[in-house]
């Protein structure tokens, strides 16, 4: 049984072309027959439903965090629309804080920008595959001296890491919580009802087989 958010991400995914079938390179050098673009949530009825599911996700976990935190550049209009879904469906009123990716050395300076970094961290990004680039983020969030204390991604492409383990699982093991709007498993389970392209699918389960964790 798929979450409400879990569907409502998915339609909109491929309403929007987020969500496309092919023949992609990953940043891992992988090739993977699916690809997930959060640019494509480009206009403000997709952000807006987008993030709404992230939140409404994010409540149902139960985590406390203080400040939410975009890594730069795809994490950043994510974190901040779901700081404002949070408040505004939820009640809930976190800091915002994000990155630069290059230090400014006038005006106000720095490399963070927003909340102060301090206190729980809840990092938003679009989505994990072996985890190198939430990895720097958490660094940086840690470096900053806050305690990053869970990960919300609208994919976890449910990949190997570094090691054996999946991306994820590496995380949850370094006692982080992760919230996903859909995994690999669900988005598999969710074409298996509605597609009729078996090819695909049979594609999908075979890329799972060969980088899934
Ligand atoms: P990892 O660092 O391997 O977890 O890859 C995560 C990054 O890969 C994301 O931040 C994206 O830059 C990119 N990516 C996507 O955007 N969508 C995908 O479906 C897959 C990737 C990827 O390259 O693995």
Same mark, same amino acid.
């Given at each position: 049984? *798929?979450? %409400?958010?879990?569907?409502?991400f998915?339609?909109?995914?491929?309403?929007?072309?987020?969500?496309?079938?092919?023949?992609?390179? /990953?940043?891992?050098?992988?090739?993977?027959?699916?690809?997930? +673009?959060?640019?494509?949530?480009c206009?403000?009825? =997709?952000?807006?439903?987008? $993030?709404?599911? @992230?939140?409404?996700?994010?409540? $149902?976990?139960?985590?406390?965090? &203080?400040?939410?935190?975009?890594? $730069? @550049?795809?994490?950043?209009?994510?974190?901040?629309?779901?700081?404002?879904?949070? @408040?505004?469906?939820?009640?809930? +009123? %976190?800091?915002?804080?994000? +990155?630069r990716?290059?230090?400014k &050395?006038?005006?106000?300076?720095?490399?963070?920008?927003?909340a102060?970094?301090?206190?729980?961290?809840?990092?938003?990004?679009?989505?994990?595959? #072996?985890?190198?680039?939430?990895?720097e =983020?958490? #660094?940086?969030?840690?470096?900053?001296? $806050?305690?990053?204390?869970?990960?919300?991604?609208? /994919? &976890?492409?449910?990949?190997?890491?570094?090691?054996?383990?999946?991306?994820?699982?590496?995380?949850?093991?370094?006692? *982080?919580?992760?919230?996903?709007?859909?995994? *690999? +498993?669900?988005?598999?389970?969710?074409?298996?009802?509605?597609?009729?392209?078996?090819?695909?699918?049979?594609?999908?389960?075979?890329?799972?087989?060969?980088?899934?964790?």
């Open positions: 049984m *798929l979450a %409400p958010w879990t569907r409502q998915l339609e909109l995914a491929l309403e929007h072309r987020a969500l496309r079938f092919g023949q992609f390179t /990953l940043k891992s050098g992988r090739i993977s027959p699916y690809f997930f +673009n959060a640019g494509a949530f206009d403000g009825r =997709s952000l807006h439903l987008l $993030a709404q599911c @992230y939140a409404d996700a994010i409540v $149902a976990s139960e985590i406390e965090f &203080d400040v939410v935190f975009g890594p $730069a @550049y795809k994490g950043i209009p994510l974190a901040a629309t779901v700081a404002d879904q949070l @408040y505004r469906s939820h009640g809930i +009123n %976190p800091g915002f804080a994000y +990155n990716k290059e230090a &050395d006038h005006g106000e300076g720095g490399l963070t920008v927003g102060p970094l301090r206190g729980r961290v809840l990092l938003v990004d679009d989505v994990i595959s #072996a985890g190198t680039a939430i990895a =983020s958490l #660094a940086l969030i840690r470096s900053a001296g $806050a305690q990053p204390v869970a990960v919300a991604v609208a /994919l &976890d492409r449910q990949e190997r890491g570094i090691d054996a383990r999946s991306a994820v699982q590496t995380l949850r093991d370094d006692g *982080l919580k992760i919230i996903h709007l859909a995994s *690999l +498993n669900d988005l598999v389970a969710w074409l298996e009802d509605r597609d009729s392209d078996t090819g695909r699918l049979g594609q999908m389960i075979e890329y799972r087989r060969q980088f899934g964790a």
